[in-house]
């Protein structure tokens, strides 16, 4: 084997937005932030979670409620055209 190719190994800190927290060996060294992690994620505590990254699930109901205005709005539109053109047809 050839010497002085491997990369340094540092001891490494990673920390979950959950709390736990636990060292490794990696060559990046310092701390290493993680979203998720095996004390949190739904596949190892058996629960169900729900994990909102960057805003994501919030986006989407925002989306979902604009969607229903704007269904009402054209059941709205859709009843007042049905309305008035039964009342010009006479």
Do not use: N
Request: aromatic share 6%.
């Amino acid at each position: 084997m050839k010497a002085e190719i491997h990369p340094d190994y540092e001891t490494t800190t990673v920390k979950c937005v959950c709390g736990h927290s636990w060292e490794t060996r990696s060559t990046a060294g310092g701390v290493l932030h993680v979203d998720i992690c095996s004390a949190c994620h739904p596949f190892y505590t058996g629960k169900q979670k729900l994990i909102d990254t960057a805003g994501r699930v919030e986006r989407f109901r925002k989306r979902s409620e604009k969607v229903e205005i704007l269904q009402k709005q054209a059941a709205e539109r859709a009843a007042k055209k049905a309305g008035g053109s039964e009342g010009a047809a006479g």
